[in-house]
């Protein structure tokens, strides 16, 4: 039995959640996918996984042995690009996560540049606003905003964005502005409805941090819906900096109450540490974060 073979298969197994959907994957017939975990399983004296109707689903004895397996497949797969020339000469895949709005406004541009210099990557790009497990969902690269909450990954510092309150020329026109906090009682708002509260807005004032109740006339689950209803007139919308500065470079809305806004909040690349950086990561790295930075100034 190939042992290194079998480790793939079983990481292809659980990758697609189901024997069928992984032979399709590998281009291998069923009963081949079968046997070879059949073989691994006998060969390690334990279930891995428990084949159910529709999927299959990992046994305690598999949830230890996949983290294994991936180090290991990942260390002959290093040795490999070595071997190869990768270290050499940068080719190879890359997986990059990134918020909706910032990896579309900012990083896409970055990444379209990127591949035309380097024809021999390829990259996926996945934009959400969920934060991802770097090592669990085989990312490389993960553009977050705010405070890391993994302390054991690598961090590349891009700048800072911040929390403010905007609203169109339009509105404020026909409308006080709002001077303080509470003032925003008495003017309809557009809140984020599932990523931020649609009832309280919150601020600092000096180093009190506080919440105000707001009167959502609209509740919107992207910033982009939120910009676009504020830029209309509709009321004030609070979202990151990022978010309304095309709309504020155009004029179509300006921040009120940023004497209250609470701290900005930082930009980081993120990356798994490693004792060999694939070249393909460090270049990508060293072409990213410079125009990364120049986006946030």
Known sequence: MDRIDAMRVFLKVVEKGSLSAAARELHSPLP??????????R?????LITRTNRNVVLTDAGRQYISAARDILERIDEAERQVSGEYLSPKGDL?????????????????????????????????????????EDHI???LRIGEAADSSLKAIRLGLVRHTVYASPEYLS???????????????????????????????????????DIRARLAVNTAEAAVDAAASGLGLTRVMSYQARTAVEQGLLEPVLERFELPASPVHLLYLPQGILPLKLRVFLDFAAPRLRTALK
């Open 95 to 135: 997986t990059i996560t990134a918020p909706i709005v910032f990896g579309r406004l900012h990083l896409l541009p970055v990444i379209t540049d990127f591949l035309k210099a380097f024809p021999e990557i390829n990259m996926k790009l996945t934009l959400s606003d969920r934060n991802n497990n770097l090592a």
């Open 140 to 142: 490389d690269v993960a």
């Open 32 to 41: 081949t996918v079968s046997r070879k975990m059949a073989d691994l399983e």
């Open 174 to 212: 026909g409308h006080s502005e709002p001077i303080q906090p509470r003032d925003l009682g008495a003017h309809p708002c557009i809140a984020f409805q599932g990523v931020q509260s649609s009832q309280s807005w919150p601020f600092r004032d000096e180093n009190t941090l506080f919440s105000v």
């Open 43 to 47: 060969l390690l004296g334990a279930r």
